[in-house]
C-alpha cells in the first residue's frame, strides 16, 4: 500500500510537469470550453466528492477543473492526526485520469509542508497533525511518503491564465511586498528557494488584504482583466471587490466554485453569477 501511494504520487508530479496547457509555471487555458474552479479545499472530502461531481469530466470533454490547497483540514484519525493525505491521493488519481483538463495551483499551506514550517488552522498546527497521522499509517516508510508528497506539491504550476483574461492563483504578493515580487517567475523553472520567505512563489501564496492599487497594478503586470482567488476565509464562501477581484472558498458547508464559459467576456457581476453553492451539489 505504501509504495503505491508513493508510485501514485510520482506519477501524478509527471503529469504536473507533463499537463498540455503548461507553460513554465503557467496554466495557460484554451479559447474553448469551460473551466469549473474550486477553492481552498483543506482536506473536506464531502465538497471535494460535490466539486468533482459537478465537474462531471467524464461527460464534458472540453472542461478544466482548477483544484487547490488539498492538504490540511478534514477527517482525523483517533489520535486527532490529520487525514487529508487521503483526499490529496485521491485528487492525484482525477489529475492522472484527466492529466491535461485537471490543473492543481501551488497553495501556502502547501510551501509549509514543503519547508515544514508550523501553520496553524483550527487552533492545531497541521503540519504535526498530519505527520503524525502518516507515522501511524505507514511507520517506518513514513519519510519516502513525505518526500513523494513534498515532490508533488514542488510540481505544481503557480497560476492559470485564461484566453478571457481571468487570472487564477492562491493569492497575490501583500501590497508592502510587491516590490520584492520577481514577475519572471511564471516563465522560468521554479526553484526550491523560490517558495522560501521573502522569495516570490511564498509572497504569491501568502499575501492577504490587498488594496484596489495592488490589484490594479498586478492585473497591469500580468494582462488580465480579472482575478479569481483563494487563501483567505470567507464565511459565506466567497466575496467580491466589486471591480475586479473575487475571492472564494470551498472549505467548509457554505463552500463555493466558479463555472465559467472559456469564450465569454466576463464583467464582475457576470462571474458572481457564475458562482455555485456546494452543498446544493449532489
Same mark, same amino acid.
Given at each position: 500500500m505504501t509504495q503505491n501511494f508513493i508510485d501514485l504520487l510520482q506519477i501524478g508530479?509527471?503529469?504536473?510537469?507533463?499537463?498540455?496547457?503548461?507553460?513554465?509555471n503557467l496554466i495557460v487555458g484554451p479559447d474553448k470550453g469551460d473551466m469549473?474552479?474550486?477553492?481552498?479545499?483543506?482536506?473536506?472530502?464531502?465538497?471535494f466528492e460535490r466539486v468533482v461531481n459537478y465537474a462531471a469530466l467524464d461527460k464534458n470533454p472540453d472542461r478544466h477543473l482548477i483544484l487547490q490547497e488539498i492538504i490540511h483540514g478534514g477527517l482525523e484519525?483517533?489520535?486527532?492526526?490529520?487525514?487529508?493525505?487521503?483526499?490529496?491521493?485521491? @485528487?492525484?488519481?482525477?489529475?492522472?485520469?484527466?492529466?491535461?483538463?485537471?490543473? *492543481?495551483?501551488?497553495? =501556502?499551506?502547501? +510551501?509549509?509542508?514543503?519547508?515544514?514550517?508550523?501553520?496553524?488552522?483550527?487552533?492545531?498546527?497541521?503540519?504535526a497533525a498530519m505527520r503524525a497521522a502518516m507515522q501511524r499509517r505507514f511507520g517506518d516508510?513514513? *519519510?519516502?511518503?513525505?518526500?513523494?508528497?513534498?515532490? *508533488?506539491?514542488?510540481?505544481?504550476?503557480? @497560476?492559470?491564465? +485564461?484566453? =478571457?483574461?481571468?487570472?487564477?492563483?492562491?493569492?497575490l504578493p501583500a501590497n508592502r511586498m510587491l516590490e520584492k515580487f520577481d514577475f519572471s517567475i511564471f516563465v522560468r523553472k521554479l526553484k526550491i528557494n523560490d517558495i522560501v520567505r521573502p522569495n516570490s512563489a511564498y509572497l504569491l501564496t501568502w499575501g492577504r488584504g490587498?488594496?484596489?492599487e495592488t490589484l490594479d497594478f498586478m492585473a497591469d503586470k500580468l494582462d488580465i482583466d480579472f482575478f479569481v482567488l483563494g487563501h483567505q476565509?470567507?464565511?459565506?464562501?466567497?466575496?467580491?471587490?466589486?471591480?475586479?477581484?473575487?475571492?472564494?472558498?470551498?472549505?467548509? =458547508?457554505?463552500?463555493?466554485?466558479?463555472?465559467?464559459?472559456? +469564450?465569454?467576456?466576463?464583467?464582475?457581476?457576470?462571474?458572481?453569477?457564475?458562482?455555485?453553492?456546494?452543498?446544493?451539489?449532489?
Open positions: 508530479m509527471e503529469a504536473n510537469h507533463k499537463d498540455s496547457c503548461r507553460r513554465h469549473v474552479i474550486a477553492g481552498d479545499i483543506h482536506g473536506h472530502r464531502r465538497n484519525d483517533e489520535q486527532g492526526g490529520c487525514l487529508s493525505f487521503e483526499v490529496l491521493a485521491d @485528487a492525484v488519481k482525477l489529475k492522472i485520469y484527466y492529466p491535461d483538463r485537471v490543473h *492543481f495551483i501551488l497553495a =501556502n499551506h502547501d +510551501t509549509a509542508f514543503i519547508n515544514n514550517n508550523e501553520v496553524m488552522k483550527g487552533g492545531k498546527e497541521m503540519n516508510r513514513v *519519510f519516502d511518503v513525505e518526500s513523494a508528497i513534498e515532490k *508533488f506539491l514542488f510540481s505544481q504550476p503557480l @497560476a492559470v491564465k +485564461t484566453a =478571457n483574461r481571468i487570472w487564477i492563483s492562491h493569492s490587498h488594496s484596489q476565509v470567507q464565511e459565506t464562501g466567497w466575496m467580491s471587490n466589486n471591480k475586479n477581484l473575487i475571492i472564494i472558498d470551498s472549505q467548509h =458547508n457554505h463552500g463555493h466554485l466558479m463555472h465559467i464559459d472559456l +469564450t465569454c467576456q466576463y464583467t464582475i457581476q457576470k462571474l458572481v453569477d457564475s458562482l455555485v453553492p456546494i452543498a446544493g451539489i449532489y
